[in-house]
């Protein structure tokens, strides 16, 4: 049966010392039935924390989490034990059972060992490409498999909901995109709740419906990966999502200024403000272009190539301390010169703190 | 030692191990070459020259002295022992649970019940030998099995429990919180996980243990005041007579005293060594 689940109010103290370490500050969250939520933070932020109170190895210091109308922790006391939650999780370190068979490993969740469940694990073992592996060790898999075998045994028990905690840190980059679409692939078609949690803003964006940005022990926002990327709430949250240029600007009478450029930006407060534009929203030009404002004349540092585009490194030629980082369809020239142009409606403006 | 080339340095490796082996298998030569000798060569011949008409009289005449308590020690400590590790090892994963236990009273709890299981360890038996004969004389224990075993599961159960726990420590613990969250119960765990990840562990705690109870002399000398009945470390003892000792008895007895662990270490005496490595190197040789 899957779930929807609810936490309200949750709170997280730790005891280090003599001092009290708050981990999570009244985290609210909703993650409906079938959906699946990606929570993205840096190390610290209490990403874990809160995926292990979900999972009920951890107690909340306050605060309820209801699966359905479920109450099944609360301040203190954990009322329903995580072996009765019916929790898939796959962990970082994938937490195979080193002594058993891939097949008992996957097997060992389920209840009932028929004919039935037979059949069932090597349905799930073929879509994740892993039936010839079965009768191995884990330590005879390779990591993609292991990680692989770790999911399967999470979705053989028809989990109530999926919980992954960093699934993809310890893959190769170069098999990472293959596993973030099978995991995709697999949470819709089981049609069960999910929960990824990672540092990677690029698992979330492949895996999650919506992401929740942790920042110092509560979501700082939550919404579509899109909207996270597009229109983030903070420099913080932008930073995080993906990379940033961060220059400051002054708005004036509904006039935002930054470096050479002013855009019209009504719904800002005047005053100095942070500015944030994306290296794919910044392009250098020789010439104006149509839909573009220009942000004066820069000077080129570095152009490198990165597979499909080029990445030039530029400066303001009267501020040689700022550098800016373009995403370009044509290399340019070191020390060569081009008017800096962005694209207005994604100049992003944060308040300065 | 770089001027050496790999064949001389494996050689020289080789000399080392097997001077090493030399050392440790003189008291097993001395005892057996010793023992087939007559009475009057063992006191004319130097110890580490072998007899010129080996026999095996005193192996005979030991042997229906010793016959007895040769079974009762078997009867004793291999069941003991195998019920000391296993109740050991179920302890220490408790401690294990308690510890990684987040509740600050069951971390309390852990502590303090570990300490005195420590205390129970280090304590010296000797300190508490006269309370203990005086419960096993009055629930009529002394010179019975059950007396033997009571006392060696007192004071071998803390000695597992301790040695398992360190074995325990390097358990991961996301495997541990994977089992849970599979629906996996306390004692399934431990059946299923805890016992093959560690069993290097157990193995090793169990020849500690068989080890130290059959060399155990203090213990069946006081709670045994039959000669006959007793265990086999006292009646290997009483070949040394206070007139005399006939020597060439004397080294039968302590060979065929010194059998049954001898043969236990052989056959798993590899798994002695990988427990210990497995605690020097992070549970790595667990797996």
Same mark, same amino acid.
């Given at each position: 049966m899957v779930v929807t689940v609810k936490l309200s109010k949750v709170t997280k103290t730790f005891k280090k010392g003599k001092r009290n370490v708050e981990v999570l500050r009244g985290v609210d969250l909703v993650v409906e039935r079938g959906a699946c939520m990606g929570v993205l933070g840096? *190390?610290?932020?209490g990403k874990t924390t809160l995926m292990r109170i979900i999972a009920g190895l951890e107690v909340p210091s306050s605060g309820e989490v209801y699966f359905d109308d479920k109450l099944v922790s609360t301040s203190n006391r954990i009322i329903v034990p995580p072996e009765n939650r019916n929790i898939g999780m796959v962990f970082q @370190?994938?937490? %195979?059972?080193?002594?058993?068979k891939a097949y008992d490993n996957i097997a060992f969740a389920v209840k009932n060992k028929g004919e039935e469940t037979r059949k069932k694990i090597e349905e799930i073992a073929e879509l994740l490409d892993i039936l010839h592996v079965l009768d191995r060790y884990p330590r005879e898999l390779s990591g993609g498999q292991q990680q692989r075998v770790a999911l399967a045994r999470a979705l053989a028990k028809d989990p109530s909901i999926l919980v992954l905690d960093e699934?993809? *840190?310890? %893959? !190769?980059a170069r098999i990472r995109d293959s596993a973030r679409a099978l995991v995709k692939k697999v949470q819709k078609e089981f049609g069960v709740t999910a929960l990824v949690v990672s540092h990677d803003p690029a698992d979330i964006f492949s895996v999650a419906d919506v992401a929740g940005v942790l920042l110092d022990g509560n979501f700082a926002q939550v919404g579509s990966p899109l909207e996270l990327y !597009? @229109?983030?709430? @903070?420099a913080r949250v932008a930073r995080l999502v993906g990379e940033i240029n961060e220059l400051d600007g002054v708005v004036e009478g509904g006039k935002l200024r930054v470096l050479r450029g002013v855009v019209e930006r009504r719904d800002c407060q005047d005053g100095n403000v942070k500015v944030g534009i994306r290296p794919e929203d910044l392009r250098v030009s020789e010439t104006e272009v149509q839909g573009m404002i220009s942000l004066g004349k820069v000077r080129a540092k570095v152009s490198s190539y990165t597979g499909s585009s080029f990445r030039l490194v530029v400066s303001p030629l009267e501020e040689e301390k700022v550098e800016l980082y373009v995403n370009s369809d044509r290399p340019m020239p070191i020390n060569s010169e081009a008017v800096l142009l962005a694209k207005p409606e994604k100049i992003k403006v944060f308040k300065n703190n | 030692m770089s001027e050496f080339g790999p064949t001389v340095k494996a050689f020289l490796h080789q000399l080392i191990l097997a001077i090493f082996v030399v050392i440790w298998l003189i008291p097993i030569y001395a005892m057996v070459i010793n023992g087939l000798k007559s009475e009057f060569d063992v006191t004319s011949t130097p110890v580490f020259i072998p007899p010129l008409h080996p026999s095996l009289t005193a192996f005979a005449a030991v042997w229906s002295q010793l016959d007895v308590p040769l079974l009762n020690s078997v009867i004793v400590v291999i069941p003991v022992s195998l019920v000391a590790t296993f109740i050991g090892a179920m302890a220490a994963y408790y401690f294990y649970l308690l510890s990684v236990s987040k509740r600050r009273s069951l971390n309390f709890m852990s502590n303090t019940i570990f300490s005195l299981i420590a205390l129970a360890t280090f304590m010296p038996y000797q300190a508490v030998i006269i309370p203990l004969t005086r419960i096993e004389a009055n629930w009529g224990l002394l010179n019975t099995y059950g007396g033997a075993i009571f006392a060696f599961i007192l004071f071998y159960i803390p000695t597992a429990a301790l040695l398992m726990s360190m074995f325990m420590a390097v358990l991961p613990r996301d495997i541990i919180d994977a089992a849970r969250i599979d629906g996996s119960g306390d004692l399934r765990t431990f059946f299923r996980i805890v016992v093959p990840l560690t069993i290097p562990g157990i193995i090793s705690t169990l020849i500690f243990n068989v080890i130290e109870m059959w060399n155990n002399f203090f213990i069946p000398l006081v709670l045994f005041n039959v000669a006959k009945q007793t265990l086999i470390p006292v009646a290997v003892e009483s070949f040394t007579g206070g007139y005399g000792t006939l020597y060439n008895e004397s080294f039968a007895a302590a060979f065929l005293a010194s059998i049954i662990p001898l043969l236990i270490f052989i056959f798993l005496g590899r798994y002695f060594i990988r427990g210990l490595v497995t605690l020097g190197t992070g549970g790595k040789g667990a797996v």
């Amino acid at each position: 049966m899957v779930v929807t689940v609810k936490l309200s109010k949750v709170t997280k103290t730790f005891k280090k010392g003599k001092r009290n370490v708050e981990v999570l500050r009244g985290v609210d969250l909703v993650v409906e039935r079938g959906a699946c939520m990606g929570v993205l933070g840096p *190390s610290g932020t209490g990403k874990t924390t809160l995926m292990r109170i979900i999972a009920g190895l951890e107690v909340p210091s306050s605060g309820e989490v209801y699966f359905d109308d479920k109450l099944v922790s609360t301040s203190n006391r954990i009322i329903v034990p995580p072996e009765n939650r019916n929790i898939g999780m796959v962990f970082q @370190s994938w937490a %195979l059972y080193p002594n058993m068979k891939a097949y008992d490993n996957i097997a060992f969740a389920v209840k009932n060992k028929g004919e039935e469940t037979r059949k069932k694990i090597e349905e799930i073992a073929e879509l994740l490409d892993i039936l010839h592996v079965l009768d191995r060790y884990p330590r005879e898999l390779s990591g993609g498999q292991q990680q692989r075998v770790a999911l399967a045994r999470a979705l053989a028990k028809d989990p109530s909901i999926l919980v992954l905690d960093e699934p993809f *840190s310890n %893959l !190769d980059a170069r098999i990472r995109d293959s596993a973030r679409a099978l995991v995709k692939k697999v949470q819709k078609e089981f049609g069960v709740t999910a929960l990824v949690v990672s540092h990677d803003p690029a698992d979330i964006f492949s895996v999650a419906d919506v992401a929740g940005v942790l920042l110092d022990g509560n979501f700082a926002q939550v919404g579509s990966p899109l909207e996270l990327y !597009d @229109s983030p709430v @903070s420099a913080r949250v932008a930073r995080l999502v993906g990379e940033i240029n961060e220059l400051d600007g002054v708005v004036e009478g509904g006039k935002l200024r930054v470096l050479r450029g002013v855009v019209e930006r009504r719904d800002c407060q005047d005053g100095n403000v942070k500015v944030g534009i994306r290296p794919e929203d910044l392009r250098v030009s020789e010439t104006e272009v149509q839909g573009m404002i220009s942000l004066g004349k820069v000077r080129a540092k570095v152009s490198s190539y990165t597979g499909s585009s080029f990445r030039l490194v530029v400066s303001p030629l009267e501020e040689e301390k700022v550098e800016l980082y373009v995403n370009s369809d044509r290399p340019m020239p070191i020390n060569s010169e081009a008017v800096l142009l962005a694209k207005p409606e994604k100049i992003k403006v944060f308040k300065n703190n | 030692m770089s001027e050496f080339g790999p064949t001389v340095k494996a050689f020289l490796h080789q000399l080392i191990l097997a001077i090493f082996v030399v050392i440790w298998l003189i008291p097993i030569y001395a005892m057996v070459i010793n023992g087939l000798k007559s009475e009057f060569d063992v006191t004319s011949t130097p110890v580490f020259i072998p007899p010129l008409h080996p026999s095996l009289t005193a192996f005979a005449a030991v042997w229906s002295q010793l016959d007895v308590p040769l079974l009762n020690s078997v009867i004793v400590v291999i069941p003991v022992s195998l019920v000391a590790t296993f109740i050991g090892a179920m302890a220490a994963y408790y401690f294990y649970l308690l510890s990684v236990s987040k509740r600050r009273s069951l971390n309390f709890m852990s502590n303090t019940i570990f300490s005195l299981i420590a205390l129970a360890t280090f304590m010296p038996y000797q300190a508490v030998i006269i309370p203990l004969t005086r419960i096993e004389a009055n629930w009529g224990l002394l010179n019975t099995y059950g007396g033997a075993i009571f006392a060696f599961i007192l004071f071998y159960i803390p000695t597992a429990a301790l040695l398992m726990s360190m074995f325990m420590a390097v358990l991961p613990r996301d495997i541990i919180d994977a089992a849970r969250i599979d629906g996996s119960g306390d004692l399934r765990t431990f059946f299923r996980i805890v016992v093959p990840l560690t069993i290097p562990g157990i193995i090793s705690t169990l020849i500690f243990n068989v080890i130290e109870m059959w060399n155990n002399f203090f213990i069946p000398l006081v709670l045994f005041n039959v000669a006959k009945q007793t265990l086999i470390p006292v009646a290997v003892e009483s070949f040394t007579g206070g007139y005399g000792t006939l020597y060439n008895e004397s080294f039968a007895a302590a060979f065929l005293a010194s059998i049954i662990p001898l043969l236990i270490f052989i056959f798993l005496g590899r798994y002695f060594i990988r427990g210990l490595v497995t605690l020097g190197t992070g549970g790595k040789g667990a797996v």
